[in-house]
């Protein structure tokens, strides 16, 4: 779609970054378990990575046998990787989890970060610490309680605060034995075909003939851009560390999982890394 600007070269290797959790059989093992006719693939993802917009993205150009791209997986596709076969969405009741594959997208932790204090959705901590406040005056971390169902049972409380939310929700997901593709926010920016190709492919789909780049603001809640303000956003560096602190900074460095980062090929922020 476009060069990849140096800001993002400097968060992420050039380079499409997918996590697939065999990457010899995991999309023969799907394509070979589910008749093409019920084959259907969705997205997943925590609040603010871009699950509308990778929707719509398969929805014009991913072509399957037989189905067109449902909304989200059908045990809601912010939910944790544990509400499949236990909880299901109001509009996907009926559904057997088994014949989607799940395209769960990821976001660096620091923009993912910047994004939920914009908008929180369903996450709520104390009001008094100005987002992005990591970590409280005496160092402790701020908690963080999502709400990822109105039911208690569906409350997620995170010691450790975003950092520890984006670092948990991930990492459940990178350690599913299900098929499933894991693919970059990033990539979805700055990739968009082969990143749409990559996921179909796996589904045991195909791309349209001619691929149609999303533009236009993929979510009528939230957030109002579309995907070229985002690129021009992300563009900028002065943004990335906007309100950040020096202890938040350090608090990222030791909370985050380190190896989800590596195997995204996510880099910290300069100011750590040569610590």
């Known amino acids: 779609m476009t060069d990849v600007p140096d800001h993002a070269a400097s968060v992420l290797s050039p380079k499409i970054v997918a996590h697939i959790p065999n990457p010899a059989s995991t999309c023969s093992d799907f394509q070979s378990s589910v008749p093409a006719e019920n084959r259907l693939i969705a997205v997943a993802g925590l609040f603010n990575t871009g699950t509308n917009l990778m929707m719509k993205l398969l929805n014009h150009n991913c072509v399957m046998p037989k189905r067109k791209t449902p909304f989200q997986v059908p045990w809601g596709k912010h939910n944790p990787v544990d509400f499949r076969g236990v909880h299901f969405a109001k509009s996907s009741k009926g559904q057997i989890p088994e014949h989607f594959l799940p395209v769960v ?43 990822f169902q109105e039911d208690k049972w569906g409350h997620r409380n995170y010691e450790n605060g975003l950092v520890e939310a984006w670092s948990t929700w991930n990492s459940d997901w990178a350690r599913a034995s299900f098929p499933y593709v894991m693919v970059r926010f990033e990539d979805i920016l700055y990739n968009q075909e082969q990143t749409v190709k990559l996921a179909c492919e796996c589904a045991g789909g195909h791309l349209a003939e001619v691929f149609e780049y999303q533009d236009d603001p993929a979510k009528g809640h939230g957030g109002k851009e579309g995907a070229m303000d985002v690129l021009k956003k992300y563009g900028d560096e002065t943004k990335r560390f906007q309100g950040w602190r020096e202890a938040d900074l350090d608090f990222l460095s030791r909370v985050v999982d380190q190896d989800l980062m590596n195997m995204f090929e996510y880099r910290l922020p300069p100011v750590i890394e040569n610590r």
């Open 105 to 147: 997208i990821i976001k660096d932790v620091v923009t993912w970060v910047n994004s939920m204090c914009k908008n929180p959705y369903a996450a709520h901590w104390q009001h008094k610490y100005k987002c992005p406040q990591l970590v409280k005056e005496d160092l402790s971390p701020v908690e963080v309680e999502i709400k």
